[in-house]
């Protein structure tokens, strides 16, 4: 049987209950498998129900939940599995392998994702490859889940500014690029880049507004902050961590006419922005 080992998760800067997925990453797979540096062979992590978790599958998580500055325990188990069906050669072998803890908040009935990559996952094994009855021993990783953002971008609006119809006459015109930005804190050394998310528009790439009526003339088009489009669902270019764990990214956001018929009313739009730390 796989040994098993309890990984001490611990959250920060949490005011409320927290539900957090967990899943593995892995630069080398084969099926549910983690390859190993002899290649004859790779691990299965399975959850504490023996359940595999797939490795790079964003869909193979283990669900767990955290509440205001507590810990939680996921356990992790692991065995060694045949890849190409031959005896392996004799000797120790590895496999690497990263945790990677996603952070799903609800705040006013938005959802906020925030991911980082937050631990290591080392499985040795020594001694003969033909024991396998031998004990798999998995390191015990503790996972920080830092929320890198200043407290007061949590609920951040971007005034767009009031604009005369006249202005967005025929599709693709756009009103004047109005800047903003996030500033992260307490960021481990590394580069973040920032992914947005939202309702689209029948231009895909860009936000549509909460009045479906509206939406069907203007959406939202986000920008970087080199005034490039930055598409929905797309990473911004990644910014590196300063010294003292900060950076801010800057963006820009407009409105555009998707077609002509704009007609005068309040046009708002709500966006997920995601996280992604390097």
């Not at 994702?113 to 015990?140: A, K």
Request: overall charge negative.
């Amino acid at each position: 049987m796989p040994q098993t080992k309890s990984i001490a998760v611990k959250c920060t800067n949490v005011a409320a209950q927290a539900y957090l997925t967990m899943r593995l990453e892995a630069s080398a797979v084969s099926g549910q498998a983690m390859v190993s540096d002899n290649q004859d062979l790779g691990f299965i992590v399975a959850d504490q129900n023996d359940t595999p978790i797939t490795p790079n599958d964003l869909n193979s998580v283990i669900p767990f939940r955290l509440d205001a500055a507590a810990a939680a325990n996921v356990t992790l188990r692991a065995r060694p599995i045949s890849i190409t069906g031959q005896k392996p050669t004799e000797g120790p072998f590895s496999a690497l392998g990263y945790l990677r803890v996603d952070y799903h908040e609800v705040r006013r009935m938005r959802r906020a994702l925030f991911s980082c990559f937050c631990g290591l996952l080392w499985i040795p094994v020594d001694g003969q490859l033909t024991l396998w009855e031998r004990l798999i021993s998995i390191c015990t990783v503790t996972l920080l889940i830092l929320l890198y953002r200043n407290t007061a971008d949590i609920d951040k609006t971007v005034d767009l500014g009031r604009w005369p119809t006249t202005q967005l006459l025929n599709a693709g015109d756009t009103t004047a690029l109005v800047p903003f930005s996030l500033r992260l804190e307490g960021c481990p050394p590394g580069s973040v880049a920032i992914l947005f998310t939202g309702t689209p528009a029948s231009d895909t790439n860009l936000l549509a507004l909460d009045d479906p009526a509206m939406a069907q003339t203007i959406a939202i088009e986000l920008r970087n902050s080199d005034r490039s489009r930055l598409a929905l669902g797309a990473a911004s270019p990644t910014e590196e961590v300063d010294a003292n764990g900060n950076v801010t990214l800057n963006f820009f956001a407009n409105y555009r006419a998707l077609a002509s018929g704009v007609r005068p009313g309040v046009a708002k739009a709500d966006a997920i922005f995601m996280i992604n730390y390097n």
